[in-house]
């Protein structure tokens, strides 16, 4: 079992971890800062720092696979097969063998972004998703419905919901609670994973304690990596929309600047 850091902290981006297992598939550790390849969002790329100081560049992560090739709790980190002596560096690696595993924070960071965008994307089409895609370019949804969208309307909105800053928090319900909510659910392709008796959830928008009024933009069950304000997703715009059948509108976003560009600082207390 890999201990999966960032559901718990996104912002961090390196962590100490211990090597349990190298073969054909890649690098499995005992803990990963690392996010694997699901729920439509890019699996996460950059380093292991050996303890000799030399680095192995991981360019994806995956979830590891049984047998039968259902997901396991193990998290792959796959090397980059064009690196410099990655077949002797890779023969060197043994388990229990420490790493310093450090994020492409950039990258993800991105990621992130355009994840947070496409629940704000979900308040302003309220319909439900029948396919996603997150990468660090671009983010798409594909909304199972027969009405037009108007992408001009689409990009004041998102605007809107980020100049708004809404905080985000993660939650957990049970799945009895889950259950009894069906509707929470916005995606009809991935289904939220079961068996530990809860499932994390994404909340955005305030809760309404004392006296401030209640305005919820989003609560659905997501595994994925997320800002912590609407505020730091910065400039995103609805770049076209395509009817892909007669059921389904896919909504494509990019960014409104160079995707490097952030006038937000996301966390002072994380170092660069």
């Not at 079961?194 to 609560?219: P, Y």
């Not at 910065?234 to 007669?246: D, L, N, P, R, Y």
Request: negative net charge; contains cysteine; glycine residues 8%.
């Amino acid at each position: 079992m890999t201990e999966d850091l960032f559901r718990t902290d996104a912002y961090l981006r390196e962590c100490e971890a211990r090597i349990v297992r190298v073969d054909e598939a890649g690098i499995v550790l005992d803990r990963t800062v690392f996010y694997p390849l699901g729920g439509g969002q890019a699996g996460d790329s950059g380093v292991l720092t050996l303890a000799d100081g030399r680095e192995m560049v991981i360019v994806d992560t995956r979830k590891a696979k049984d047998a039968d090739g259902k997901p396991t709790a193990e998290i792959v980190h796959l090397p980059a097969p064009d690196q410099a002596d990655a077949a002797v560096l890779l023969a060197t690696l043994q388990p229990g063998d420490r790493v310093m595993a450090r994020i492409d924070w950039e990258r993800r960071h991105r990621l992130m972004r355009f994840h947070t965008a496409t629940h704000l994307l979900c308040h302003l089409v309220p319909q439900p998703v029948n396919g996603c895609s997150i990468t660090p370019d671009y983010a798409r949804l594909d909304f199972h419905m027969t009405e037009p969208l108007d992408k001009d309307a689409l990009t004041a909105g998102l605007a809107r919901l980020v100049a708004a800053a809404h905080p985000l928090a993660v939650g957990a319900i049970t799945d009895a609670e889950l259950d009894a909510n069906p509707a929470l659910i916005k995606s009809m392709s991935v289904q939220p994973p079961r068996g530990s008796g809860t499932v994390r959830t994404i909340r955005i928008g305030r809760t309404g304690n004392g006296e401030e009024k209640s305005e919820q933009i989003d609560f659905q069950p997501c595994g994925g990596t997320h800002v912590a304000n609407t505020s730091e997703i910065g400039a995103v715009v609805v770049t076209k929309i395509e009817k892909k059948s007669a059921n389904s509108r896919r909504v494509i976003l990019g960014w409104a600047a160079p995707a490097g560009t952030n006038p937000i600082t996301p966390r002072s207390d994380i170092p660069a």
